[in-house]
């Protein structure tokens, strides 16, 4: 299924498609890819953010790739708003149970030089967030807002059930034996009680793990510590809102929001791939958003859904190599480069295959 969404989700999508059907080409893998509007999009069309059908479709594919969703038309904030485009992707995370949530943090040696931070603390940065995807504060009810007689309030519920945390801790501890065996949990286990249960779960589960060095961090020592010494986080793994959180704070260890692909999978190979990106109203329909989040999506969904990692190596190999020339879209481009815009970039991806 391919769910390009609003803004600049349909401009790199678009992008993701040719270079998945260039690889499939020269892999012999076979594609037939169904097309979808959701967010923003489907509102207009259908009124809601995203039909059954749509649900349907998506839990008999193969994968999912994903754009972003989002438009200030119907803005979140907008409590007129009949429907949001946000409800598009946390109702699929939820339809098809894809309760983790991969977001892989490379930093490739062309961009050291492109982060906010100095070159000497992003080098060498390979960690990757496991972040939960389908409970805690996001889902966990009562959600609502009311007014009683106190005046206007509003609930949102944060619930973990031990079994929520393990399924998730398992991926992370799974993960943890292919890499550097580092996991880093990270919680608020000085406050929450949902921490002190997160917390327990892990420490019981690694000991069937034990190869892997285990580590509790409280989320507020950890956000700090993920700017000063990012280079010794491996695997992290951690609820739904941190999760959110502290992905776009890592995101700019890369040098830009643009350049991070995600997985969210469930316990099948079914599995929805998107950049961790918005849709970026504001540079929207302009033709010159950065492809590499959603081209490298594509890498992930053809190493995890598809079982085909040497067409997935090829893409981040390209992707690299296009890096390693200096080619750079205008979110990454310094001052006296000239920058390249989506289609330009996909370009030279996809000459580099
Ligand atoms: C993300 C996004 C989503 C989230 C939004 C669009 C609902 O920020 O995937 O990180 O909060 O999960
Ligand atoms: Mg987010």
């Given at each position: 299924?391919?769910?390009?969404?609003?803004?600049?989700?349909?401009?790199?999508?678009?992008?993701?498609?040719?270079?998945?059907?260039?690889?499939?080409?020269?892999?012999?893998?076979?594609?037939?890819?169904?097309?979808?509007?959701?967010?923003?999009?489907?509102?207009?069309?259908?009124?809601?953010?995203?039909?059954?059908?749509?649900?349907?479709?998506?839990?008999?594919?193969?994968?999912?790739?994903?754009?972003?969703?989002?438009?200030?038309?119907?803005?979140?904030?907008?409590?007129?708003?009949?429907?949001?485009?946000?409800?598009?992707?946390?109702?699929?995370?939820?339809?098809?149970?894809?309760?983790?949530?991969?977001?892989?943090?490379?930093?490739?040696?062309?961009?050291?030089?492109?982060?906010?931070?100095?070159?000497?603390?992003?080098?060498?940065?390979?960690?990757?967030?496991?972040?939960?995807?389908?409970?805690?504060?996001?889902?966990?009810?009562?959600?609502?807002?009311?007014?009683?007689?106190?005046?206007?309030?509003?609930?949102?519920?944060?619930?973990?059930?031990?079994?929520?945390?393990?399924?998730?801790?398992?991926?992370?501890?799974?993960?943890?034996?292919?890499?550097?065996?580092?996991?880093?949990?990270?919680?608020?286990?000085?406050?929450?009680?949902?921490?002190?249960?997160?917390?327990?779960?892990?420490?019981?589960?690694?000991?069937?793990?034990?190869?892997?060095?285990?580590?509790?961090?409280?989320?507020?020592?950890?956000?700090?510590?993920?700017?000063?010494?990012?280079?010794?986080?491996?695997?992290?793994?951690?609820?739904?809102?941190?999760?959110?959180?502290?992905?776009?704070?890592?995101?700019?260890?890369?040098?830009?929001?643009?350049?991070?692909?995600?997985?969210?999978?469930?316990?099948?190979?079914?599995?929805?791939?998107?950049?961790?990106?918005?849709?970026?109203p504001d540079i929207a329909?302009?033709?010159?958003?950065?492809?590499?989040?959603?081209?490298?999506?594509?890498?992930?969904?053809?190493r995890w859904s598809l079982?085909?990692?040497?067409?997935?190596?090829?893409?981040?190999?390209?992707?690299?190599?296009?890096?390693?020339?200096?080619?750079?879209?205008?979110?990454?481009?310094?001052?006296?480069?000239?920058?390249?815009?989506?289609?330009?970039?996909?370009?030279?991806?996809?000459?580099?295959?």
């Amino acid at each position: 299924m391919v769910l390009p969404g609003d803004g600049i989700g349909v401009e790199v999508t678009a992008a993701a498609v040719q270079v998945l059907e260039a690889v499939a080409r020269t892999h012999q893998i076979p594609i037939e890819l169904i097309p979808d509007v959701v967010g923003g999009a489907a509102i207009d069309a259908y009124g809601v953010a995203i039909r059954p059908e749509t649900v349907q479709r998506c839990k008999r594919a193969a994968a999912i790739l994903f754009g972003a969703v989002g438009d200030p038309r119907w803005d979140d904030a907008n409590a007129l708003a009949k429907a949001r485009p946000g409800e598009a992707i946390l109702g699929l995370r939820k339809a098809l149970s894809l309760y983790a949530n991969l977001r892989p943090v490379r930093v490739d040696p062309a961009l050291v030089d492109s982060s906010t931070l100095r070159p000497e603390v992003v080098t060498g940065v390979d960690l990757i967030v496991v972040r939960e995807l389908t409970g805690g504060l996001y889902f966990s009810r009562p959600k609502r807002r009311y007014t009683s007689a106190r005046g206007e309030a509003a609930v949102d519920t944060m619930r973990y059930s031990a079994a929520e945390i393990e399924r998730i801790a398992e991926r992370a501890f799974a993960l943890a034996m292919t890499r550097r065996r580092k996991l880093c949990s990270v919680d608020k286990a000085n406050v929450l009680e949902t921490s002190r249960l997160w917390r327990d779960v892990v420490n019981r589960m690694a000991l069937r793990y034990p190869q892997v060095r285990v580590t509790h961090m409280l989320v507020d020592a950890f956000a700090m510590a993920l700017i000063r010494r990012p280079a010794e986080f491996d695997v992290i793994v951690t609820e739904n809102l941190f999760g959110d959180v502290l992905t776009d704070e890592a995101s700019m260890l890369v040098g830009s929001l643009g350049m991070l692909p995600s997985a969210s999978l469930g316990a099948g190979t079914l599995g929805l791939y998107e950049p961790i990106h918005g849709s970026a109203p504001d540079i929207a329909g302009r033709g010159i958003a950065n492809p590499i989040g959603a081209i490298l999506s594509v890498a992930l969904l053809l190493r995890w859904s598809l079982d085909a990692e040497a067409a997935a190596g090829t893409i981040e190999r390209a992707v690299s190599k296009a890096l390693a020339d200096g080619l750079r879209t205008a979110d990454l481009a310094r001052p006296g480069i000239q920058a390249l815009n989506t289609s330009a970039m996909t370009q030279a991806i996809l000459e580099r295959l």
